[in-house]
Every structure is written in structure tokens, then in C-alpha cells.
């Protein structure tokens, strides 16, 4: 597991070669094992293949979600606010998990942020999203996962550049013994 941690980086750039069914199969069942707050399960996916939609979705935000349109799958993850008052934190748990889930497949992913971003001046990423996707307007949209065969190496993380600093021990500002 902390090998897959490690090794898990953003890939942004995709083989253009689709994602095998049982691929897609793991990776809903990932997102809907992810635990909940009080297990209330909130969130929502959308699969997404359809090459239009996704080059659609690449135009989410003006930074940052432009690789979706060379991604052969992206999965919208989204929830009902009125079912959690913690439904950021469900949906989140439930986008890494995927990534997770991709990362043990041999896939690369990205997280491309939706909530609090912008799609122009006017409107936000979240209503670009909605509108495209044709989501109700009470549902919420957390993410996109872009998914597909790395066309980019990069270095797993290196151990040595952890943040080892910021654990602390028994109380704040006590270091944490290695
Ligand atoms: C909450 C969150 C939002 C992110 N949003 C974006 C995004 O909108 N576009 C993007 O290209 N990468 C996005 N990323 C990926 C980060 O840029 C990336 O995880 C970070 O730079 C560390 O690199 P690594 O994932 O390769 O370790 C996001 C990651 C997280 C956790």
C-alpha cells in the first residue's frame, strides 16, 4: 500500500486507448465502497466516455482541466448537500479512492477541481458543469477524475521531500520521532 502512495502522481497526459469494462467496473465499485459520515452516502458519479462530453468538460475551468479532452474516461463526482452537511469530505475520500483504485490498475488519473472555481468571470465551474451534465441544480459538484494509460513518467515521491516537519508528537510542536 504505502508503495502505491508513492507512486501515485498526476498524470495529465493519456495513451489514446480506451479503459477496459472491467476497468470501469472496479473503479464505480471503488468510489462506492468509500466510506461516509454516518454513512449516509451523498455523493453521485457520472461516467464519462463520450468523447464530446469530455472535450465539453475540458473546457471546465481556464487552468487546470484542459487534459480531460485527451482522457479516453473522467468520472464527475457530485452529491446531494441536503443528505450530508459533510458531503465535501465524502466526496473527496470517494475521488481518492478512485485515483487509488486507478493507480493499482496500471491507470494514471488527476483530480480536476470543480467546487470553488471558476469557469469564466461570469460563471462558476461548478454551473458549466451542471449545465453540460445536465445535473439538478440542488446537487453539488466536487471534481472531475481524469482516467487513462499514462503517456508521461513521472518519479514516484521521494521519501526524503515528506514534510516530516509538520508531525507532531503527544502535543503541538513536540517532533515526531522517526
Ligand atoms: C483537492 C485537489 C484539487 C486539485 N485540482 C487540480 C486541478 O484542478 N487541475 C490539475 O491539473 N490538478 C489538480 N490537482 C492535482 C494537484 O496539482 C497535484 O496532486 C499536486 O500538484 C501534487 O502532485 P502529484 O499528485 O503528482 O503528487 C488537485 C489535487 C487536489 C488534491
Known amino acids: 500500500m504505502l508503495e502505491l502512495l508513492k507512486r501515485r502522481r498526476s498524470i495529465r ?3 489514446d486507448k480506451k479503459v477496459e469494462k ?3 467496473d472496479g473503479l464505480v465499485m471503488a468510489a462506492l465502497l468509500s466510506p461516509t459520515s454516518k454513512n449516509r452516502r451523498p455523493w453521485e458519479f457520472i461516467v464519462v466516455e463520450d468523447k ?12 487546470g482541466s484542459s ?3 485527451s482522457a479516453p474516461l473522467a468520472i464527475v463526482v457530485l452529491a446531494d448537500p ?3 452537511d459533510v458531503w465535501v469530505e465524502d466526496t473527496s475520500i470517494a475521488t481518492i479512492l478512485v485515483q487509488m483504485a486507478a493507480e493499482a490498475m496500471g491507470l494514471g488519473s488527476c483530480w480536476v477541481q470543480i467546487r470553488e472555481r471558476q469557469h469564466n468571470e461570469a460563471m462558476s465551474a461548478e454551473v458549466y458543469v ?8 440542488s446537487k453539488r459538484v466536487e471534481a472531475i477524475i481524469s482516467i487513462g494509460y499514462p503517456n508521461e513518467v513521472k518519479k514516484p515521491i521521494d521519501q526524503e521531500s515528506l514534510q ?3 508531525v507532531h508528537q503527544n502535543s503541538y510542536g513536540v517532533a515526531f520521532k522517526r
Do not use: R
Not at 464530446?52 to 487552468?63: C, D, F, V, Y
Open 82 to 84: 441536503e443528505k450530508s
Open 13 to 15: 497526459f493519456y495513451e
Open 164 to 166: 516530516y516537519e509538520k
Open 67 to 69: 487534459f480531460l479532452k
Open 130 to 137: 451542471q449545465n453540460l451534465m445536465k445535473i439538478p441544480q
Open 52 to 63: 464530446e462530453q469530455l472535450e465539453k468538460l475540458a473546457e471546465s475551468k481556464a487552468n
Open 22 to 24: 472491467d476497468k470501469i
